[in-house]
Structures are given as structure tokens and as C-alpha cells.
């Protein structure tokens, strides 16, 4: 019986073995050579984001409603997503929301809302004036 199971184990150890060299670094996927018109049609473009160390790469996460790709893409230039990097590193505060907003010439309301020029209503600090105070991004109803 030991003798079985140790013929067993040489043998799950080959067959390891051989499909780890199988799936080795000279091994590559292959690539169709005639495209079908399903999988023509799941393809997307590929779109350039600012990586990391790109000077136009945003650093900082981003606030809770922003899109990620957009916002760490300093070529994308939206009102909201200027207005959202400009918030970062300041206090989420009525205060700092005021001034950001005014700088930019967005309305601010008063508390934690701010209108933007297409009438869009922006709640802009979570737990107002108290201790988890953060900034997000969210339309107010």
C-alpha cells in the first residue's frame, strides 16, 4: 500500500510538472487570425489615462463619486471633476466648500451643497459639521 501511494504521488508530481512547463514563459496565448463579427464587435478602444509619474496623472483617490479613470486624468477637464481635485487636501468644512466653489464660479448654497451652471444640486460633505466629516460627491434630492 505504501508502495501505491507513493507511485501515486511521483506521478501527480510528473503531471505537475509537465503542465507547469506547458504554461511556461515561451508559451503564448494564440491570436485569431480572422476576426468574427461577435468579437469584433465586444472590442473597445483602447483610451489613454495618465498613468502614475505622467505629469498629467492625479494622485489622490478619488472623492466618493467620482470616476476613477476620469479623475485621476488631468487632461479631463469637466467643471465637476476641476472642482472635486481643488476640494482635496482642504478640510470638509462649509468654509472650504464655500471658498472652492467661489473660486470656480459655482453657486454655493449654503451647509454642504453647491449648484453647478446646468442647475445640478451637489451634496459635497458626508456627516456635516460632525466627526466622520468627508467629502463625496453625490446629487441631492
Same mark, same amino acid.
Given at each position: 500500500?505504501v508502495?501505491i501511494?507513493?507511485?501515486? &504521488?511521483?506521478?501527480i508530481?510528473?503531471i505537475g510538472t509537465?503542465a507547469l512547463?506547458?504554461?511556461g514563459?515561451q508559451s503564448?496565448?494564440?491570436?485569431? =487570425?480572422?476576426?468574427?463579427?461577435?468579437?469584433? #464587435?465586444t472590442t =473597445?478602444?483602447?483610451v489613454?489615462v495618465a #498613468?502614475?509619474g505622467d505629469?498629467n496623472?492625479?494622485d489622490?483617490?478619488?472623492?466618493?463619486?467620482f470616476?476613477?479613470?476620469? @479623475?485621476h486624468?488631468?487632461?479631463?477637464k469637466?467643471?465637476k471633476?476641476v472642482?472635486?481635485?481643488a476640494?482635496?487636501?482642504k478640510?470638509?468644512t462649509?468654509e472650504?466648500?464655500? &471658498?472652492?466653489?467661489?473660486s470656480?464660479g459655482?453657486l454655493?448654497?449654503g451647509?454642504?451643497?453647491? #449648484?453647478?451652471?446646468?442647475? =445640478?444640486?451637489?451634496?459635497?460633505?458626508f456627516?456635516?459639521?460632525?466627526?466622520?466629516?468627508r @467629502?463625496?460627491?453625490v446629487p441631492?434630492?
Open positions: 500500500m508502495l501511494s507513493q507511485a501515486m &504521488r511521483i506521478l508530481i510528473a509537465l512547463g506547458a504554461c514563459q503564448s496565448p494564440v491570436a485569431p =487570425t480572422n476576426p468574427t463579427s461577435s468579437s469584433a #464587435a =473597445t478602444s483602447a489613454a #498613468a502614475p505629469p496623472h492625479f489622490p483617490p478619488p472623492i466618493q463619486g470616476e476613477s479613470s476620469k @479623475w486624468d488631468l487632461n479631463y469637466n467643471p471633476y472642482f472635486g481635485r476640494l482635496v487636501g478640510d470638509p462649509g472650504n466648500l464655500k &471658498r472652492v466653489a467661489e470656480q459655482i454655493y448654497l451647509k454642504d451643497l453647491v #449648484a453647478f451652471s446646468d442647475g =445640478t444640486v451637489f451634496d459635497c460633505i456627516d456635516f459639521e460632525g466627526p466622520k466629516a @467629502w463625496v460627491f441631492s434630492h
